[in-house]
Every structure is written in C-alpha cells, then in structure tokens.
C-alpha cells in the first residue's frame, strides 16, 4: 500500500496503522535525504503549499517551510496577525482568496477545534492540521512515535506518560491516539484539574504520582503548562506545580531504570523539565525536532500524491 486512506491530515483519529506505518517509512528516505550535503529533491517542483498560521508557532511553523522548501515546493506564508483577519474577514473568505491564487495544499494552524476539518469540508485543497486549538496537532504525535521508534527500535508493547497540562493539550490527545493505534500503552500524570474528567473512556491510565508514572515507563513526554489557555487558575502557583510535577535530574537518576524524556516544545526550563534533564543524554528533545522536518516531509509528499492534475 503506497497510498493514505485519508486526503487531508486533519487528525491521528482518521488514520489507520497503516497509514502511520507508511508516513514512518516513507520519513526514513526524507530523513537520509535531509542528512545529505545537498538536502534538496525535486518531487513537489509545480506544487504550491499555503501556510496559514492564526496562532503563534515557532518549531511547527519553521519545520514546515523546510520541509516544502526540501521538497521543492513553492510557498506562500500567511500570518493572521498581520493580516485581514484583524479587520474581520472569515477563515473561509480568508482561505477563498488564497486558494484563488491557485494554491494545492493547505497548512493550517487556527484556534478553534474542528477548524482544519471544516476547511477540508468547504476547499479543493489538500488541508494538513497544523494544531486547531485544544484538539489535535497531529504532526506532532507522528514525529513523537517517530522518534520513539527511532530510539527504541518499535513503539509496539512500550509504555509512554505524558505529564502536565493533558486538558488544554492538543498534543496529549493526538499522541494518545497515535500510540494507541501502533500498540503503545498510555499513561496521563498531572494534577486533577487538569487531566480531562473523561480520559479514562480513551483507554489511558491516569496518574497523580510523578514518581509512580515514572517508574512505570519507558518514555515520558514532558508538556508545558499552557497558561495563555487558562482562563481560571489550574492550580496555586508555578513553583507549586513544579514541585509535584517538574521532572529534575534528582528524580531522573533516581528511577529503577533509564527513561527517554520527550517534549513538544517550547520548554519552560525549571517548570516542567529542569535544564540539566533536557540537556541530558536520556532527552531526545533535539531529535524530535530533526525528525520534525522528515516526518512532515513525508505528509506533504504523500498527500500532494493524492492531488488531481
């Protein structure tokens, strides 16, 4: 099977094992290909991806535009902040007007949940899901299990806790779904307001216990906490989450076995994840990045397959 099931990425939810299992394998070439001297290939030349971001991004953002640039797609960029958005235009005006200048494929980050589906609904373009508000961002769950295979050899049958703010993260529920999907056991560990009242139905354990959950796994994926979420207060105070729930070297080299530390990004040294641990030979912080570029690579490449000339 060299085709996806799906033709557009608007969440892990869609896809099947196998789908996952091809996007990993087709990321191993792009990988080999982003570690040559010369990091271009020519697969995408006549395709046009639009990025279209209306939320802040940094990594997602900068992994994209070289993942097409790799591809040799051409690129439009479009940030909502300085844009018509600001003067009231609507997602779909705003994403019309692009698509008039005869764009192929849409990137998008947005806000709202369920934005990137209601876009594949209403445009011709292949649309990928760049992150839609407190859903999914599902890019980021494929370069995690991507990055878990590459260290460990199989995601199959290995134990992985996400810790943190699991009820404002749209990277916990794509990353629940997508190792799930290859065979993973789940944990989420953090405080009670803010682990989902019903996680539980997703098949997940759930934890209070840093140490516990730690000791319990293989792999800890470490989130921030995402204040510009929070409308209330979640919890007392920073240093008091940090107490309970930040992951330091002490606890680190306290554990009955060596764990792999894993993090979105951006990293809050000294909240969540200590410096000396996201510097250490256990974080594969760096890696996940790198991986970033190949996995998307992959998406972009596999969906612009799908595309009618």
């Known amino acids: 099977m060299n085709n996806l099931s799906v033709d557009h990425l608007t969440g892990i939810k869609d896809l099947t094992r196998q789908d996952i299992e091809l996007i990993f394998k087709t990321a191993d070439s792009f990988k080999e290909v982003i570690n040559r001297p010369i990091k271009k290939v020519p697969s995408l030349r006549d395709i046009t991806i639009a990025n279209i971001f209306f939320e802040n991004s940094t990594r997602t953002r900068l992994s994209f535009e070289l993942a097409e640039k790799r591809l040799s797609a051409d690129t439009v960029n479009f940030s909502a902040a300085s844009s018509s958005v600001k003067k009231g235009e609507t997602l779909i005006d705003t994403v019309n007007n692009i698509l008039a200048m005869k764009v192929d494929m849409v990137v998008m980050r947005h806000p709202n949940p369920g934005a990137a589906l209601f876009l594949s609904k209403k445009v011709k373009a292949r649309v990928i899901n760049a992150g839609d508000g407190t859903h999914e961002h599902p890019t980021q769950a494929l370069l995690d299990a991507f990055s878990i295979r590459e260290r460990l050899g199989s995601v199959e049958g290995k134990k992985v806790v996400i810790v943190g703010d699991i009820l404002h ?133 596999l969906l612009a397959s799908k595309i009618e000339r």
Request: proline share 4%.
């Open 169 to 301: 993260s749209r990277v916990a529920l794509s990353n629940i779904y997508c190792l799930q999907k290859l065979g993973a056991e789940v944990m989420v560990c953090g405080p009670t307001t803010l682990i989902p009242k019903y996680i539980g139905d997703l098949g997940v354990k759930v934890s209070h216990n840093l140490r516990e959950a730690l000791e319990w796994c293989d792999v800890a994926n470490m989130l921030r906490i995402q204040l510009e979420r929070q409308d209330i207060k979640y919890f007392p105070s920073l240093r008091e989450y940090t107490m309970l729930f930040g992951l330091n070297k002490e606890i680190l080299d306290g554990l009955s076995k060596e764990i792999i530390v894993m993090h979105p990004g951006p990293i809050n040294r000294g909240v969540e994840i200590s410096s000396d641990v996201a510097d250490s030979k256990q974080s594969i912080i760096l890696d996940q990045v790198e991986n970033g570029v190949a996995v998307r690579m992959a998406v972009i490449y």
